[in-house]
Nanobody, 128 residues
Framework: QVQLVESGGGLVQPGESLRLSCRTSGLNLDYSAIAWFRQVPGKEREGVSCSSSNLGGNYYADSVKGRITIPRDNAENMVYLEMTALQPEDTAVYYC?????????????????????WGQGTQVTVSS
């Protein structure tokens, strides 16, 4: 059974950095693409980034490009979302998700319906 558990959210000030964690189980991370989404009340989930396994491509939303990295530790079954220069508009619940596929879809990685498994989310609030 595939399970994803996010952690690391919290309250940060504008300009600060934050690292979110996604602990995975029930899958082999060596062969699994993991995506990060975020959602604010009243809006659809927005694709933030997608990390492909091994030699696959990674993708980033324009709104966060240059401010995030998505390292992973496959041996520890962990995927991370590292964000810098956070702004109030980054406030959201952040989710990790997977479809159990090797690579992120170049054209569909940011569509929530591409993913079957989701974590419960972790709240990030950027405010002074």
């Amino acid at each position: 059974q595939v399970q994803l558990v996010e952690s690391g959210g919290g309250l940060v000030q504008p300009g600060e950095s934050l690292r979110l964690s996604c602990r995975t189980s029930g899958l082999n991370l060596d062969y699994s693409a993991i995506a990060w989404f975020r959602q604010v009340p009243g809006k659809e989930r927005e694709g933030v980034s997608c990390s492909s396994s091994n030699l696959g491509g990674n993708y980033y939303a324009d709104s966060v490009k240059g401010r995030i990295t998505i390292p992973r530790d496959n041996a520890e079954n962990m995927v991370y979302l590292e964000m810098t220069a956070l702004q109030p508009e980054d406030t959201a619940v952040y989710y990790c998700a997977t479809a159990g596929k090797l690579y992120c879809s170049r054209t569909g990685w940011a569509r929530q319906y591409e993913y079957e498994y989701w974590g419960q989310g972790t709240q990030v609030t950027v405010s002074s």
